[in-house]
C-alpha cells in the first residue's frame, strides 16, 4: 500500500484491508510504504503497526512507483495486490480478483473499472486511459479494457526478476510491458470503482499521461 498525504482515507482503508473476506487458509500481510508525507499521515500509520501491518517510510518523497517498489523487496507473500490508500478501489473485489489465481486460469489479475460499476470518471481521464489501453494493445498485442488500473495482482512467481526503474505512476505500463513480454496473459476481472476529483485529492494529472505513454514505447524494446 503506497501512501503519501492520505490522512483522511488511510485509517479506514487499513481497517477494509483488515476486516475483507479472505479464502479458508489464506493469511493477510499488509505491508504500508509511506513516502514521506508531512500531513500527519505517517503518524496515523505508525499506530496500526502490528503482527500483521508492517510499516516502511521514505525519507524522501519519491513517487508511487518508489513506493511499490520498496513495498516488493519486503513482501513476504505467494500473492501482492497493490492496494492504493485513497478508497478508490473497494477491498471487497479481492474475492474477484483472486478467483482465476485460486482456479490455475492465471498469474496475473488486472481489475478493470471499465467493465463493472463505478462513479464515472472525469472525460479526460476516461480518455487517457482509453487511450493509453489501446496503445498497450497495440505494441504488446494483447486486448486489455484497464491497463492504469491501480487493482494489480500478481503471484510472487511472475514477479521474480523484473528490475521495476519507475518511481512514479508510470509504474504502471512499466510492469505491465514487462509482464506482457514474459509472455504472460493478464487475466481481466470487473471491479467497482469510485475516482476522486482534484479538490478531493486526486494526484495524477495529464502529464502523467504522457510519461505513461512513453514507458510503454521505452520499455517495448528496453528491459
Not at 498525504?5 to 473476506?21: H, Y
Not at 499488509?30 to 503482527?51: P, Q
Not at 493509453?132 to 510472487?156: A, P, R, V, W
Request: charged share 30%; aromatic share 10%; glycine share 6%.
Amino acid at each position: 500500500m503506497p501512501a503519501y498525504n492520505e490522512k483522511n482515507t488511510i485509517k479506514e482503508i487499513i481497517r477494509q484491508v483488515r476486516n475483507v473476506e479472505l479464502p479458508d487458509g489464506m493469511d493477510r500481510e499488509i505491508i504500508i510504504v509511506d513516502d514521506a508525507s508531512n500531513d500527519g499521515t505517517a503518524d496515523i500509520i505508525k499506530m496500526e503497526s502490528d503482527s500483521i501491518v508492517r510499516v516502511f517510510t521514505h525519507k524522501k518523497n519519491q513517487g508511487k512507483g518508489a513506493a511499490i517498489r520498496t513495498g516488493l523487496q519486503h513482501a513476504n507473500g505467494d500473492l501482492i495486490i497493490i492496494q492504493d490508500t485513497d478508497l478508490e478501489y473497494d477491498p471487497s473485489d479481492y474475492q474477484r480478483l483472486l478467483a482465476p489465481i485460486l482456479k490455475k486460469k492465471a498469474q496475473v489479475v488486472y481489475g478493470s473499472r471499465f467493465t463493472g460499476e463505478r462513479r464515472n470518471m472525469m472525460f479526460w481521464h476516461f480518455l487517457g486511459n482509453r487511450l493509453l489501453s489501446l496503445t498497450t494493445n497495440i505494441l504488446y498485442n494483447t486486448t486489455l479494457s484497464d491497463m492504469e488500473t491501480g487493482y494489480k495482482l500478481f503471484t510472487k512467481e511472475s514477479l521474480e526478476g523484473i528490475d521495476i526503474k519507475s518511481n512514479h505512476f508510470n509504474f504502471e505500463p512499466e510492469i505491465t510491458a514487462k509482464i506482457l513480454r514474459r509472455k504472460i496473459r493478464i487475466y481481466e476481472v470487473p471491479i467497482s470503482y469510485s475516482g476522486r476529483e482534484f479538490a478531493e485529492g486526486k494526484k495524477i494529472t495529464w502529464i502523467d499521461g504522457f510519461a505513461a505513454l512513453w514507458a510503454l514505447i521505452k520499455y517495448r524494446v528496453v528491459k
